[in-house]
């Protein structure tokens, strides 16, 4: 699509929608474009982990030093984030020195943005696992001063003045959180009445792999390696009610992740995203397995309401191709990972394609309802898979570790426009 025309139907649509995106996916009205916009910037090397968006701002993190223009005449050194215009793909300044990956975004007040990740130090002072900076000079926002004991941060989402963060941390500022806490969004101090109680007994760590909230923050899903939240037997998954000052977990379970996959995953779950209206879930998951009736490799839709025990009210399997990332749009469920193929229950790595398989290599586009393949096919590189999904009124922002999205050169990252 030329560029005027696109920065034109962006701005009708965000004019429509809101410029600035909730934490939890966008609803669009249709599937996006199969043909990537070109004015994008490239990531050299690495992997992309995380996007999110403030105002007309794409901030993306992950791990790489280097970043190109969409003509990729020009060359910026940018370590482990950067930033760029949603309508016009131009590199913005912003270049904080973070020291290792950034795993996790969210949009912060005041033309801001919080990082998640491995890093120890950001602009050379130290600040482990959390930081907030400006998107204008990249500095530190004095006040917010949180820091992880060790391991990383995987996972962060801001409702109201309630900032969540999930990874395999045991301790914020002092204050014992294993893998799941609620912070002030202004000061990073630990919500002295958030606690989920967390544990894996057996396993060599707790961690949350990725969470997500619904839109109208009263529910909490996590993901991960965990067994119990408190004293309750969770396998994996978890959801919480977080209308109030305390995380309750709720009695919402569902037994669909006891089998095991391949020997050696401590969870095999990768992200967990809300319906815009919060009714269900969807949660992709690798595995290194193919089965018909168990969840590894796979997609599986889950409803939100009701308590006690929930199965699956789709599956979609690969036939044993790892699924890494997920967005889900109300009229599409967009998954990515490394799969060569979706609709195939009864293929594997050994055997090829089963019956019914359809070919969508490293990114395909689910019916919210029965969780087949849609027909949108853009393919893309797999290598290892997409990490981040990101979607605005724009379109579908997508972020992984390979240079060809669309049957287009587009170096981990690139954006499908909205139709």
Known sequence: MPRRLFAAAAMTCAALLGATPAAADLAQPSVVSANPVDFTPHVVEGTVWAITVVGDTVVVGGSFTQVQDSTGKLTYNRRNIFAYGLNDGVVRPFAPEVDAPVYALAPAADNS???????????????????????????????????????????????????????TFSAISGVSRVGLARLDTATGKVDAGFDAKLSAPGLNRTRVEHFDLTPDGKRLVIIGALLKVGSVSRTQIAMFNTSGAAASVLSWYTDAYK????????????????????????????????SPTKLCDSAARFETAGGGKHNPTWVQRTGGDSLYAVAVTGSA??????????????????????????????????????????????????????????????????????????????GRIGMFPSN
């Open 113 to 167: 943005v919080y990082l998640g990740g491995a890093f120890k130090t950001v602009n050379g002072a130290a600040q482990r696992g959390l930081a907030r900076v400006g998107l204008g000079n990249g500095a530190r926002v004095a006040g917010f001063t949180p820091r992880i004991n060790w391991g990383d941060v995987r996972a962060m989402a801001v409702r109201g003045n309630r900032l969540y963060v999930g990874g």
């Open 259 to 290: 089998p095991e996959c391949m020997k050696g995953f401590d969870t095999y779950l990768r992200q967990v995203k809300f319906s815009p209206d919060g009714r269900y879930f969807v949660v992709v998951a690798t595995g290194r397995a193919s």
């Open 333 to 410: 469920v967009y998954v990515g990972g490394h799969q060569r193929y979706l609709d195939n229950p009864y293929g594997s790595d050994a055997d090829g394609p089963g019956p019914g398989a359809v070919s969508r290599k490293g990114i395909g586009a689910l019916n919210p309802t029965t969780g087949r393949a849609l027909a949108w096919n853009p393919t893309r590189k797999r290598g290892v898979g997409v990490r981040a999904f990101q979607a605005v009124p724009e379109g579908l922002i997508v972020g992984s570790d390979t240079d060809q999205l669309g049957k287009e050169y587009h």
